[in-house]
């Protein structure tokens, strides 16, 4: 199917992860395509370029392990679909134990540069305001977490269901060359050797007990930034958490979280396990900046510099960006939209994206290239059937349109965004008991093998879809 022209324009709001994988799948799939970006005419509190597909914040896609790890499985996944966007991770990667990290101007340039060169895709620069025009039939709206008030206003109006908004999170980027390798050092946790890694790839800085009490106080006596009157009654996003408030939950949380000191040894002095250890990520090609892994904060800029300066390694850290916060916008989707990613009450709009209630650039992307598919069977006059739930991309886009059940207590609606996760996916007919040699699995073997069996399930199933309702490129 894929290749057949019409004459349909599909018209895709947003040009971030979600908009611009959108925008490639609908082209490849013979429309005409335009896609409506509104940087730099208007920038968000978080972009800072007018590229493509920019990330905002970390430069990692998370885990790339397809056989244990839901996010790597959604990777393969996304691979075997012509992804533009994991393409163009593929194509940018930089070391990061056994994460997909990426260079973000690379990958953004590359995405810009591919979708400016297709054929079938015009690109506009522009703020959509209100509702798109009648005349637009197959419209992709994925103007993200920080949509523009007017068109999220008018969103509202239609769905009359309040935008709930809650805060992220950025962490602070630090120059390479102010790390103090004397007293920090190179090393993956496990020396594990991730997709472009060396199993040396993360910068750690070792904490004695006395130095992680006094950081803990220093962080709950830290000067935060207030929050904004509009802000005030909305939830973190656990997968979020600013530190000072993974340190307000008690006085060990970091140290079971971003601060945890396992798999690492300090070659500087191999016999003192450090009490609690900060990961440090490289964050571009060069290698010249690394940014503080799970360090998100509300702390006002004067505080941030002086409390992470009292990380060993970092005394002199010169910082390249501060942490701070962002709000999210998205949607009440299970009730709002269709299995097709259609608004209930307007079905020419599409939604994509975090907007949908998926939380991740991956994530993201995975339901812009849904979306992109729907969208072009809708132009051909056909209709696409949805993945198996059984896959990746299927669990997600079950949790978005259908898989939450709605809590009855007052206050807040229950459904959150979420990142692609093995709780998502459809039990197994028969677990696995035994190992390959017949032995029985024990413990942790159960789960590991378990999520084994759901990743060969799963890659099996999509190539049956495929194959059923696709032709795709080769697979990257
Ligand atoms: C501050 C912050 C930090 C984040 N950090 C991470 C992270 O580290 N890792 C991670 O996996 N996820 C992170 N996320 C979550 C999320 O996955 C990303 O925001 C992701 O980029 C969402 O993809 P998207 O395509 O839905 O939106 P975006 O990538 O934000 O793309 C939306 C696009 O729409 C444009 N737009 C908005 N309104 C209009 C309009 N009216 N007309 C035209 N264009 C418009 C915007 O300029 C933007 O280019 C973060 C989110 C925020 C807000």
């Not at 050797?193 to 910068?203: L, N, R």
């Not at 060990?252 to 250890?277: C, F, Q, S």
């Amino acid at each position: 199917m894929i290749g057949t022209p019409s004459s349909d324009t599909v018209h895709v709001i947003g040009a971030g992860l979600a908009g611009s994988e959108a925008a490639w799948q609908a082209a490849e799939g013979g429309c005409r395509v335009v896609l409506h970006e509104m940087r730099p005419v208007r920038m968000t509190e978080a972009h800072r370029t007018d590229g493509l597909a920019e990330l905002v914040c970390s430069n990692s896609f998370r885990s790339d392990d397809a056989a244990n790890n839901a996010v790597g499985l959604l990777h393969a996944e996304m691979r075997r679909l012509g992804s533009l966007i994991m393409r163009a991770a593929d194509a940018n990667q930089v070391p990061a134990g056994g994460a997909l990290a990426v260079d973000r101007e690379g990958f953004s340039a590359a995405v810009t540069r591919a979708l400016h060169e297709h054929p079938r895709i015009e690109i506009d620069r522009g703020e959509i305001t209100g509702l798109p025009p009648a005349d637009w039939n197959n419209v992709i709206v994925a103007t993200g977490p920080l949509t523009s008030a007017p068109l999220a206003e008018a969103i509202r109006q239609l769905t009359d269901e309040n935008a709930l908004a809650f805060f992220d999170a950025i962490a602070p980027i630090v120059h390479r060359d102010t790390i103090d390798m004397s007293i920090a050092w190179f090393q993956s946790r496990y020396d594990k050797v991730g997709p472009g890694g060396t199993g040396a790839d993360y910068i750690n800085c070792p904490l004695t007990r006395e130095q992680y009490d006094a950081f803990v106080d220093a962080l709950l006596a830290g000067e935060k930034t207030e929050f904004k009157e509009w802000e005030t009654s909305t939830p973190y996003f656990d997968g979020c958490l600013p530190i000072e408030v993974m340190a307000e939950r008690g006085r060990e949380t970091l140290r079971h979280g971003p601060m945890k000191p396992v798999g690492l040894t300090n070659p500087h002095d191999p016999t003192v396990k450090p009490y609690a250890i900060v990961q440090l990520r490289q964050d571009n090609k060069l290698g010249t900046l690394y940014n503080m892994v799970g360090f998100q904060t509300k702390l006002k800029y004067g505080p941030q510099q002086q409390i992470f300066r009292t990380i060993p390694g970092l005394e002199k850290a010169e910082f390249a960006r501060l942490g701070g916060l962002h709000r999210n916008t998205f949607l009440n989707s299970p009730k709002l939209l269709d299995t097709q990613l259609r608004l209930r009450a307007e079905p020419r709009l599409r939604f994509a994206g975090q907007m949908t209630g998926c939380e991740g650039y991956v994530e993201s992307a995975s339901i812009g290239l849904i979306a992109g598919l729907y969208a072009a069977a809708d132009a051909r006059g056909t209709s696409l059937e949805s993945p198996p739930a059984t896959t990746a991309l299927g669990a997600l886009l079950g949790h978005i349109t259908g898989g939450h059940i709605e809590t009855i207590e007052q206050g807040s609606r229950s459904f959150q965004p979420m990142n692609v996760n093995f709780g998502l996916f459809p039990l197994l007919a028969s677990p696995p008991t035994k190992k390959p040699d017949g032995s029985r699995l024990r413990g942790n073997e159960k789960t590991v093998a378990k999520r084994q069996a759901m990743s060969v399930r799963a890659l099996s199933d999509l190539d049956r879809w495929i194959s059923d309702h696709l032709r795709v490129p080769a697979a990257a």
